[in-house]
């Protein structure tokens, strides 16, 4: 059975102090591992996607990488405007349902 | 461009009445998603289809229906509303699967409450 376990389950950062959040799964046949991004009230935002071991994205002040058992996303000097909802899912070859986490909550205080 | 619209943005049912949730996009995507997402947990997949005319269950279809009879559309039927279906409900789309998995748009979801 597929697994995403994303930690940790809330982060409270200062603006500027960089860090790294988990996202460790177990698929059989990886698709896709995808990164999002939701504000509440709202829908789940689009990020990246990760295809396979060793691929890396950025965007802005955030960096996501991809190894065989899991992914970091990675945020660099992060500004208030970054607090959200983190959440990780992937995509095993034969499916078509994103398995998602449960997501990590990021605070950023000024 | 308006991508994945969602409505109504909240609503509260009785227990055993009935309601569609509808769901549009405009960016002619052939797959769409229906998703529930419950406090604390991650996201599960209803029902889903890779086209007008195909839809099939994902993880937890019990209690729901769905239909797509155009490309833009795929509206969700919750028959005999229980408290077990109170959650917020999210539409997605994307263009395809192929051979390396399209990201999926979502919408910004129902609030339904089930008292």
């Known amino acids: 059975e597929d697994q995403v376990t994303q930690s940790p389950e809330a982060l409270r950062l200062q603006e500027g102090e960089s860090s790294s959040l988990n996202c460790s799964y177990t698929?059989?046949?990886?698709?896709?591992l995808f990164w999002y991004r939701q504000d509440p009230g709202k829908g789940p935002e689009f990020l990246f996607t990760l295809y396979s071991a060793g691929e890396e994205k950025e965007k802005e002040r955030l960096k996501a990488t991809l190894t065989k058992k899991e992914s970091f996303l990675h945020i660099t000097a992060p500004k208030p405007e970054d607090s959200a909802t983190y959440l990780c899912?992937?995509?095993?070859?034969?499916?078509?349902?994103?398995?998602f986490g449960k997501g990590t909550s990021l605070l950023v205080t000024p | 461009n308006a991508g994945v619209t969602q409505t109504p943005k909240f609503r509260i049912l009785k227990i055993g009445q009935s309601m569609t949730l509808q769901c549009t996009q405009d960016?002619?995507?052939?797959?769409m998603y229906w998703y529930r997402q419950d406090p604390g947990m991650g996201l599960k997949l209803i029902y889903y289809?890779?086209?007008?005319?195909?839809?099939d269950k994902g993880e937890v279809p019990n209690g729901y229906n769905v239909s797509r009879s155009t490309t833009e559309d795929f509206p969700l039927r919750l028959e005999l509303a229980a408290p077990s279906q109170t959650s917020v409900y999210f539409c997605?789309?994307?263009?395809?699967?192929?051979?390396?998995?399209?990201?999926?748009?979502f919408g910004d979801g129902t609030r339904l409450s089930i008292l």
């Open positions: 997605a789309s994307s263009l395809g699967q192929g051979s390396l998995g399209q990201p999926q748009h």
């Open positions: 698929v059989s046949g990886l698709r896709g």
């Open positions: 289809s890779v086209g007008a005319g195909i839809t």
């Open positions: 899912a992937v995509l095993r070859d034969s499916g078509y349902a994103l398995n």
């Open positions: 960016m002619n995507h052939n797959y």
